[in-house]
């Protein structure tokens, strides 16, 4: 059983950054992800990492802007979010995923663990 407590959400300018935190309890060696949804709108894929930390994906909505990074001995899993929009405004989770890394990342019920979702606002 792995538990996941999320943090670091907040209200942030046009432009400004944030750092998410996921807290890991149980295996550490999983694949990592990030995920958003805005109010009225479905559950999207922000990024991944693999178990190593060797192999990273993002979605294009955030590919140059959001590094996803881990830190195995603390087993927590990092979020960076720099020149952040108002269309990244949503509930942030984090999520583990038992299953072997593969090109099916983006798929969510890929990660069988959730955190409770921390609040990204950004104001503009």
């Known amino acids: 059983q792995v538990q996941l407590v999320e943090s670091g959400g907040g209200l942030v300018q046009v432009g400004g950054s944030l750092r998410l935190s996921c807290a890991a309890s149980?295996?550490?060696?999983?694949?990592m992800g990030w995920f958003r949804q805005a109010p009225g709108k479905e559950r999207e894929f922000v990024a991944t990492i693999s178990g190593s930390a060797g192999t990273t994906n993002y979605a294009d909505s955030v590919k140059g802007r959001f590094t996803i990074s881990r830190d195995i001995r603390k087993n927590t899993v990092y979020l960076q979010m720099n020149s952040l929009k108002p269309e990244d405004t949503a509930v942030y989770y984090c999520?583990?995923?038992?299953?072997?890394?593969?090109?099916?990342?983006?798929?969510?019920?890929?990660?069988?663990?959730w955190g409770q979702g921390t609040q990204v606002t950004v104001s503009s």
């Open positions: 999520a583990a995923s038992p299953l072997p890394y593969s090109s099916d990342y983006q798929t969510s019920s890929r990660y069988h663990y």
């Open positions: 149980g295996r550490s060696s999983y694949a």
